[in-house]
């Protein structure tokens, strides 16, 4: 395979695929330096410069007015991110929505973040209720002096926590 800008062969082999389309991009080391994909003295990757050479001169509309786009905050541009993968503050994700929301689809199939919940967190959540209101009707039973039926709750609360122990 030979480099897309001379005839010397190829050794810098990049590819960009988006939706349903592919772009690939065949460098020689010396083009590649020319792009400034890979650094002059070492064959380090330069990322923001393969995404710009692989995003081409040619933006849409709506990548043009994203170009354009900085964030009042940290002062980052969008293609800045777009180059280096990182935003630099939490404002961003306003600034920079309509550009983020298509990666967060794509990345996380999401574009807000739920969490981690722990597997038994109903059965969890229940027991806890049921507990708190036990300790309620103790309570209750001890304020209006019925003692009979607070020694019957606390046995039963205490055999309930002594399961739960057992059970973690």
Known sequence: MNCQFCSNPATFHLTRISGQSKKVVHLCEECAKQHQAVSANTAELNIPAIVQLLLGPHLSPVSEELARLTCPNCGIKYMEFRGEGRLGCPHDYEVFRLGLEPILKRVHRATRHHGKKPPNQR??????????????????????????????????????????????
């Open 123 to 168: 059965e969890n959540l229940l027991r806890q209720t049921e507990l708190l209101a036990l300790h309620h009707r103790l309570q209750r039973a001890i304020a209006a002096e019925n003692y009979e039926e607070a020694a019957r709750l606390r046995d039963t609360l205490r055999k309930k926590e002594a399961a739960d122990d057992h059970a973690a």
